[in-house]
């Protein structure tokens, strides 16, 4: 059974860079065919998919977030990571990580809260 | 992008009713929709995909059916368990969810 844990800093200043890492246990990250992502959850724009990595190293990302967005994987550490520059207020919400299949997504993270502060 | 409409966006229900809660996308998805649930401080968990497959581990007492641009989950009878949001998916193209329907008790 796959569990995926995230970590990173709860508080980011604005225009700053958000940086996550989702760490997962119970399976190799690089088992064929693996496809990792991360979803976001605030009070004003509900669910929001961010990205997802695929095993080809190929990204793909919301066109709304994909100037300011990286997914990236650690296979040596079983990790993979988020990055979300030049981040405002509007950033601030619970981040997932998350495992896609076939387009929906059937392993979540816990979340964490980011908030956009000075 | 497709936009995804749920309906209606709250209803009270009692435990041992039938639930029904709808999705409609702005334009045709063929079955390339997923339901989830959340309870308050959790993360969404998955409950049916590809519009009316069931998730392993999930109660037959949720079902799903549509197809294009319309679609329904329906709980045949409500448990204590099932007070929560429910938000459906597609991934047709840029993945989108839809606003969410909350389940509380009457």
């Known amino acids: 059974q796959l569990h995926l844990q995230e970590s990173g800093p709860g508080l980011v200043k604005p225009s700053e860079t958000l940086s996550l890492t989702c760490t997962v246990s119970?399976?190799?990250?690089?088992?064929?065919?693996?496809?990792w992502g991360w979803i976001r959850q605030s009070p004003g724009k509900g669910l929001e998919w961010i990205g997802t990595i695929y095993d080809s190293g190929s990204t793909y990302y919301n066109p709304s977030l994909k100037s300011r967005v990286t997914i990236s994987v650690d296979t040596s550490k079983n990790q993979f990571s988020l990055k979300l520059t030049s981040v405002t207020a509007a950033d601030t919400a619970v981040y997932y990580c998350?495992?896609?299949?076939?387009?929906?997504?059937?392993?979540w993270g816990q979340g964490t809260l980011v908030t956009v502060s000075s | 992008d497709i936009q995804l409409t749920q309906s209606p966006s709250s209803l009270s229900a009692s435990v041992g009713d039938r639930v029904t809660i709808t999705c409609r996308a702005s334009?045709?998805?063929?079955?390339?929709l997923a339901w989830y649930q959340q309870r308050p401080g959790k993360a969404p968990k998955l409950l049916l995909y590809a519009a009316s497959t069931l998730e392993s581990g999930v109660p037959s007492r949720f079902s799903g059916s549509g197809s294009g641009t319309d679609f329904t989950l329906t709980i045949s009878s409500l448990q204590p368990d099932d007070f929560a949001t429910y938000y459906c998916q597609h991934y047709y193209s840029t993945l989108t969810f839809g606003p969410g329907t909350k389940v509380d008790v009457k």
């Open positions: 998350v495992r896609p299949s076939g387009g929906h997504f059937d392993y």
């Open positions: 119970g399976g190799s990250i690089s088992s064929s065919r693996y496809y």
């Open positions: 334009q045709g998805i063929s079955n390339s």
